[in-house]
């Protein structure tokens, strides 16, 4: 099995910055897609950030300019540099990882951290 673990959350004030940092553990044979969501409160879980294992990263448009999304493969890891925050990025932050894990030659899945809390306030 594999389990995420997230970091890095907390009280910010506007303007100021945080990094998020998501690490994998477990079986795991191989990491493909790595990425951030986040959930604000009464809203819809929206996808933040994501980086392949080629290196192509994607953000929504409201991190770009902001954010910066990446990974170190060999700790399994990947972060989230959050820049200029403002009380709109307040959320709970997810982390997700397409992993190939198991035993022999494993099966892909997909799985996910169980949040970190950002929270954007003076």
């Known amino acids: 099995q594999v389990r995420l673990v997230e970091s890095g959350g907390g009280l910010v004030q506007p303007a100021g910055s945080l990094r998020l940092s998501c690490t994998a553990s477990?079986?795991?044979?191989?990491?493909?897609?790595m990425g951030w969501y986040r959930q604000a409160p009464g809203k819809a879980r929206e996808q933040v950030a994501s980086i392949s294992s080629d290196g192509i990263i994607t953000y929504t448009p409201s991190a770009k300019d902001r954010f910066t999304v990446s990974r170190d493969d060999p700790k399994n890891a990947v972060y989230l540099q959050m820049d200029r925050l403002s009380p709109e990025d307040t959320a709970i932050y997810y982390c997700t990882m397409h992993c190939r894990a198991g035993s022999a030659w494993g099966f892909w899945a997909d799985y996910w951290g169980q949040g970190t809390a950002v929270t954007v306030s003076s």
């Open positions: 477990g079986s795991i044979i191989s990491i493909g897609l």
